[in-house]
């Protein structure tokens, strides 16, 4: 006992304000951490108020990462304190020479470090895990919570396959994704058809396209406990008639209402396609993951329509597509589908007759989603020539008046958003990733479709719609191509931030829509973004996908009561990396990391004509054409470009610092 009293005081005496402190830390957040919980979030939001007015951006790090960073730095500070004491008290026992009493003093130290390192160690740990139950962020000290931040490519290990214009075009929710709600649906697109069985349990050929989950090659769990994985019996699964969208819906909802939640989903290599090869190989042998972060909230808010294009009451050339904006992605198989002489029936263009019975016919043709799956075009069956690419344009009818109709899903419940047939995932009307039926007449509440038993009110358009889709089409075919405005960032910037996406913006003419883009042109066949570099040796990490946006004569996002004069496409991207600086004697080429976006022809307008990489908006906002010789601006420059192979061209324009 005497022995243990007289080792304390020296204990202490090695460093009694760190051990302190660290103590004090790491218990004193404990304590507070309840009763704090509240004004950290308010503070956190102060600060990131007050860095956006002083036009500082806030994607660096926010408020409690900065308070773990400190931490951090000062724990690792004390952590150093007690290494250094460790190895100076081995040292002085290796040299002790047998001496008793320097043999005891240095074993004493010894301990004491070790003692030390012990606590600080807790510290970290018990730090970590308050300052994450605050957050809903496990990650504070290294700054990332595995799906987001510029640095380190481990967290995006497994995620090349997205956007490589083989594998998968998109899924939602997106990667990195927060704020989703706990009653998402799910929702893969893959480049080639898949084969249904390596998403649907016990699927064989000839059964419905519908089941329970194949848990053995889709992975759904929460990030912090991988092997919680959705059984087959937790999730409806559905595949799209062209077996290149797979919808899974969860039957529970995911995470808790008490603090926002990660999952994660993996893709198991071993998944087929209906062509009976691996989906996954090469470079992506290893099958695809992604994570995205559940919120505390029910999504019971109905979905609306945003915009329709052509807009009411205009005459528009009949290759035009009719497209239909949504102001949130809906669920594909109650707004994709295909009309021929009947078939699906939950959105129709209709030929108006109004002096021949039937008043209204419905086209044959196609609806498409795309777009974040929030935009459906409609291509109909009429061929009428080939456009500029060679590619057949679909037309309709001539010299007459369109129309189109969107249908409620009928209501499970009359005092509930929720679509009777979210049970088998099989709906009459429009129903968004949550299954809430379309709020038609935009009042904020779901009544479901006309003549349904509840008194549904909510078809679009409806009597209060200000632009319902009725337009006339003349007997000529715009040939105008888009072309490309402007780029952001600018070409051949650099010190670009790590997380900036990629802006492109095309010609606008208030007078025409030739700057408007068919939405399902827009995908990683249209858009890419090439990395070279020191950073990038990994194409397993580099994942990226692209949405449009459409933008009125205010420069605002169209809506159904504002032109459409333009579109604006974003590339998003896993963030970039940071150059190096180079050291003496190294060149550029050796520590920069280059992105080279590129856009190839097949993009289109709602016109069905392709882009056209021989014309461009100079500074003075008029339009230049490439010489024959030189036929493709690239980065401001007519040149031949970059042939790609069947005369596709693409250009750089940006690097990282």
């Known amino acids: 006992m005497l022995e243990k009293r007289r080792l304390f005081p020296k204990f202490l005496n090695l460093a009694p304000k760190a051990i302190l402190a660290s103590l004090a830390l790491a218990l004193g957040l404990g304590f507070f951490a309840s009763p704090v919980h509240a004004q950290l979030k308010q503070a956190t939001n102060n600060v990131n108020e007050t860095a956006q007015a002083a036009g500082l951006s806030q994607n660096s790090a926010d408020l409690i990462t900065i308070i773990g960073r400190v931490i951090y730095l000062a724990l690792s500070l004390v952590g150093v304190v007690f290494l250094a004491l460790l190895l100076y008290s081995g040292y002085q026992y290796m040299t002790a020479g047998g001496d008793p009493e320097k043999i005891k003093a240095a074993i004493s130290r010894i301990r004491n470090a070790v003692i030390g390192l012990v606590i600080i160690a807790a510290s970290f740990a018990i730090v970590n895990f308050i300052l994450g139950w ?14 987001g931040g510029g640095g380190g490519l481990a967290q995006w290990g497994d995620t090349g396959s997205l956007g490589n214009g083989q594998i998968i075009e998109y899924h939602y929710p997106e990667p990195g994704q927060t704020g989703v709600p706990r009653n998402t649906a799910i929702v893969i697109t893959f480049v080639p058809p898949i084969d249904p069985a390596s998403f649907i349990n016990g699927w064989t050929q000839g059964q419905p396209m519908s089941g329970k989950l194949n848990d053995l090659m889709v992975g759904v769990h929460p990030e912090t406990s991988k092997t919680q994985n959705l059984k087959p019996d937790q999730a409806l699964v559905a595949v799209s008639p062209d077996m290149r969208t797979v919808m899974i819906k969860p039957n529970d909802p995911l995470g808790n209402a008490q ?12 998944i087929m396609t209906a062509s009976s090869t691996k989906l996954f190989g090469g470079n992506f042998s290893n099958g695809y993951v992604w994570r995205f972060q559940v919120s505390t909230q029910i999504d019971n808010t109905p979905p609306q329509v945003l915009s329709v294009i052509p807009i009411t009451g205009g005459v528009y050339a009949r290759n035009v597509v009719v497209q239909i904006n949504f102001n949130e992605p809906m669920f594909p198989s109650s707004v994709a589908g295909i009309f021929k002489d009947g078939g699906f029936q939950n959105l129709q263009i209709l030929q108006v007759n109004p002096l021949f019975p039937p008043p209204e016919q419905p086209i044959n043709g196609e609806f498409r989603l795309s777009n974040g799956y929030r935009t459906v075009e409609f291509v109909t069956d009429d061929e009428c020539g080939l456009n500029s690419c060679l590619i057949k344009m679909h037309c309709l009818p001539a010299e007459k008046t369109i129309a189109g109709r969107i249908k409620a899903a009928s209501l499970a419940s009359n005092d509930s958003a929720l679509a009777a047939g979210y049970k088998t995932g099989v709906f009459n009307g429009a129903v968004d990733m949550a299954f809430n039926s379309m709020d038609g007449d935009a009042d904020g509440k779901a009544t479901g479709p006309a003549g349904d038993p509840a008194g549904g009110m909510d078809d679009w358009p409806a009597a209060t719609t200000k632009n319902p889709l009725s337009f006339k089409t003349n007997a000529e075919i715009n040939r105008d191509p888009p072309f490309i405005k402007s780029v952001d960032p600018a070409v051949k910037a650099d010190k670009i931030a790590l997380d900036k996406n990629i802006d492109v913006a095309w010609h606008s003419d208030p007078n025409d829509m030739n700057g408007v883009l068919l939405a399902y042109t827009i995908s990683s066949n249209s858009f890419r973004i090439y990395t070279s570099g ?23 996002e169209a809506t159904s009561t504002t032109k459409h004069v333009q579109s604006l496409a974003t590339i998003y991207h896993r963030p970039f990396v940071s150059s190096d600086i180079p050291k003496q004697g190294q060149q550029l080429s050796e520590v920069n990391n280059y992105y080279d976006p590129y856009v190839r022809h097949y993009v289109m307008n709602v016109y069905q004509n392709c882009y056209n990489p021989a014309a461009m908006i100079d500074k003075n906002n008029a339009k230049l054409a490439a010489p024959p010789t030189k036929p493709n601006f690239c980065n401001d420059v007519a040149s031949l470009g970059t042939d790609l192979g069947g005369g596709h061209f693409y250009c750089d324009f940006i690097k990282t610092p």
Not at 259 to 270: A, C, F, I
Not at 540 to 556: A, C, E, L, P, R
């Open 259 to 270: 603090k926002p939640t990660w999952y994660e989903v993996k893709l198991d290599s071993g």
């Open 534 to 556: 020191p950073g990038e040796k990994d194409p397993n990490s580099w994942w990226f996908y692209t949405k449009m946006k459409n933008i009125d004569d205010n420069g605002d």
């Open 134 to 147: 605050i957050t809903g962020d496990q990650s504070i000290f290294g700054g990332t919570s595995g799906t």
